[in-house]
């Protein structure tokens, strides 16, 4: 929805957008230098292995070439410094801090730890696939990039990065607790010799199926309602905007979807697959794209099909709840995707929901928001 004190929409060939992409990919080198220099305070030991750091050390050196790029390409098309200038002086203090060739030394990892890798790492994949993708084929061509409500998204996007790897413990921990005496010995043996992308969908399949589930009860009850609002209290939908969500609904979630993953015994290789899997399309239905994937859109769920769920028209509430796969909703009879259209307006209608992430954060807590959507689906 754009009101009167939305931001005008930032266009192409202005300068400005170059300006604030310089300062982007100059926060992203510093904070990458950062983590070369403390890896024991701000990286995810779990993804450490995965890591080559050749490949962490060019692309560090590619974000600051393309930010100092940037940077002269904002000059050259505003005509004004301000923007490029801050981007160039952030990459400088990078360089002056080591830049690229900071050597790692050895080290003990800290008892408390940030996943400022992860964070970074993924807002630039995030950046290049969804950027792009906004800027020349939006959905809603008047919504600008920095919607009123960015900088409180981004926070919400920023603390659950920087906590996954707190989150996976908090989740895995009662999983192995409740479930390790349970002789699961024969099931998780049958399931790790299936072959690695057959077990990857079955993964998919049970672990969208638990997602539903608890997706569905999140709307349904109404205690569990208050902090899910917090979700749907987005106005203007886009893929920074899909990360509100509250801490809350992000450990219940995780530990629905996660916990049948450990349970059942999928493998590692699996698990991680899908993490990264769940995190790229729960960002993509979101996304502010009138890209519309032909025939695909009724296999997996797309950002026509999830923009359904945020229809703030009570005629189209509890629709689409599952994340990967339609398939589901159509099975309990949750299933909404007429042809080529979208909903009109996205969020609570009139709720007058608190802005920004702190009081977001204390509302569910103190606050039951009155809204018609806490009815049950099956009562109509
Ligand atoms: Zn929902
Ligand atoms: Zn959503």
């Known amino acids: 929805m754009n009101g009167k004190n939305q931001p005008r929409r930032l266009r192409v060939g202005e300068g400005k957008i170059s300006g604030y992409l310089s300062i982007l990919l100059a926060i992203l080198s510093l904070g990458g230098v950062i983590c070369f220099h403390f890896p024991e305070y701000f990286t995810t030991p779990d ?3 995965f890591y ?24 050259l098309l505003s005509r004004k410094i301000v923007l490029g200038g801050i981007g160039v002086l952030i990459s400088i203090l990078a360089i002056v801090l080591g830049g690229h060739s900071v050597e790692v030394k050895d080290f003990q990892q800290s008892i408390f730890s940030v ?9 630039l994949i995030l950046t290049i696939i969804f950027i792009p993708l906004e800027l020349f084929f939006p959905k809603r061509a008047d919504q ?19 906590l996954v790897q707190l989150t996976a413990v908090a989740v895995q921990s009662p999983a192995e607790l409740i479930f390790n005496d349970y002789g699961l010995d024969l099931v998780h043996s049958k399931i790790s010799n299936i072959p690695f992308f057959l077990q990857l969908m079955m993964a998919i399949l049970v672990a969208d199926l638990f997602q539903y589930s608890i997706h569905r009860l999140f709307h ?7 902090f899910h609002a917090v979700h749907h209290s987005i ?32 493998s590692m290789q699996v698990f991680y697959a899908y993490v990264i899997i769940v995190a790229l399309q729960a960002v993509a239905a979101h996304a502010n794209t009138r890209i519309n994937f032909g025939p695909l859109k009724y296999l997996i769920v797309t950002p026509q ?16 709840f599952a994340i990967h796969l339609p398939l589901i909703d159509r099975v309990f009879g949750t299933y909404y995707l007429p042809n080529s259209k979208w909903p009109k307006t996205t969020g609570l209608g009139n709720e007058q929901f608190p802005k920004g992430f702190l009081k977001q954060f204390l509302f569910p807590f103190f606050n039951d928001p009155q809204t018609t959507k806490l009815k049950d689906p099956s009562e109509r």
């Open 220 to 226: 349904t009850n109404r205690f569990l309602w208050r």
């Open 47 to 49: 993804f450490r292995a």
């Open 305 to 320: 099909y999830h923009h359904w769920h945020h229809a703030d028209d009570p005629e189209h509430y509890n629709k689409n």
């Open 144 to 162: 600008t990039k920095l919607h009123l409500e960015w900088k409180t998204d981004l926070v919400y996007f920023s603390i659950s990065h920087l």
């Open 235 to 266: 106005r203007t939908i886009d893929w920074l905007a899909g990360s509100r969500l509250h801490i809350v609904d992000i450990l219940v979630t995780r530990a629905f979807s996660y916990i049948p993953l450990y349970v059942l015994g999928f």
């Open 115 to 123: 996943s400022l890798d992860w964070l970074l790492l993924d807002i």
């Open 52 to 75: 080559s750091v050749d490949i962490l050390r060019t692309i560090l050196f590619s974000c600051l070439v393309f930010s100092f790029g940037f940077a002269l390409f904002s000059f």
